[in-house]
């Protein structure tokens, strides 16, 4: 069995798949469903005469699939002419006989009942074609190997179908994606303007509040009023928080074209927190606030869609 192509990046780990093959009168039918999970988990249900394929299935959708929870069911269909022949195992047929003659008499035994207890043929015949091993369809080896090479080709129709599906919600997860961090994108790029005016605002405020508090005509002295502004200044300076959260911003955007996406992304947006949180911490500015708590709403958005992206 060849396996099919992985998927594409920034896929979305829900999705549904399905497929068929035919061969030699058997039809196979493949069901996968997939939804999110931290890594790979799969839970394959398979008919009888196929329980050997278990290893097979499980590298087959591993390496198609990648990381998602998947619900995987294949079914063997068969239509009259191709049919095979069933076998009856005598023994346990007869035991079964014998054991029903006990039953019926002991049900009939009183003092109006007849001596001899007598088994009705059809009512013993359809307990016993309902017992399991007592009538049961023979596989030859062909067979097994066409119920085999069916399965397999189902499978694998059925990966593609659900890389496929996954693939198209991906790609409306990475645009409504795009959008929160454009968002937050813009919201960085507000606080950085206001964060290139905070010097002058804090020296006019600082200006303002001395020429308040000394006496009227008492003078400034402009070297240490320069120094109070660049100590306040420094202590609120804000600029290494808002080039990290750039450069956070402009790796989000090509993890969506590089491996495991989702991963990527979760942890970037946890470091683009971590800068919001500085940011609103040091900055001293009601409207820097404002933005820093929209950053952590958009952030959240971000972090509740990225557990779903493979």
């Known amino acids: 069995m060849t396996s099919a192509e992985a998927p594409r990046a920034a896929s979305s780990m829900t999705g549904f798949g399905s497929g068929n093959a035919s061969v030699d009168g058997v039809v196979a039918r493949c069901d996968l469903r997939s939804v999110n999970h ?15 394929l278990q290893g ?35 023994v346990r047929a007869l035991a079964l006989r014998d054991a029903l003659r006990e039953l019926q008499a002991l049900d009939a035994d009183g003092p109006d009942a007849p001596r001899a207890a007598t088994l009705d043929p059809a009512a013993w015949l359809s307990v016993a074609a309902a017992q399991p091993g007592i009538l049961e369809p023979t596989s030859s080896e062909a067979d097994r190997e066409a119920q085999q090479t069916a399965a397999r080709a189902a499978l694998s129709a059925a990966i593609i179908a659900l890389q496929a599906s996954r693939q198209r919600e991906g790609e409306h997860l990475c645009v409504d994606l795009r959008a929160h961090l454009a968002t937050v994108a813009g919201l960085q790029e507000a606080i950085a303007a206001s964060a290139d005016a905070a010097p002058a605002a804090i020296q006019a405020r600082l200006n303002a509040r001395l020429r308040a508090l000394l006496p ?37 955007e090509a993890a969506f074209t590089g491996p495991e996406p989702g991963r990527t992304l979760g942890f970037l947006v946890q470091e683009m927190a971590r800068e919001a949180n500085t940011i609103g911490s040091k900055a001293n500015d009601l409207g820097v606030a404002h933005r820093v708590v929209a950053i952590k709403v958009e952030l959240e958005r971000i972090r509740e869609q990225v557990q779903n992206l493979a």
């Not at 591993?62 to 995987?72: L, Q, S, T």
């Not at 400034?220 to 502004?229: H, Q, S």
């Not at 306040?232 to 959260?245: M, Q």
């Open 56 to 90: 097979e299935v499980l590298a087959l959708v591993r390496a198609g699939v990648g990381r998602g929870h998947i619900d995987a069911v294949i079914e063997i269909v068969r239509d009259a002419t191709t049919s095979p022949p069933f076998r009856v195992d005598r």
């Open 216 to 252: 009227e005509g008492a003078a400034l002295d402009p070297g240490r009023l320069a120094a109070e502004v660049a100590l306040i200044a420094d202590r609120h300076d804000i600029a290494e928080e808002l080039v990290r959260l750039r450069g956070h911003l402009d790796a989000a």
């Open 38 to 52: 931290r890594g790979f988990d799969l839970r394959a249900r398979l008919p009888p005469g196929l329980q050997e």
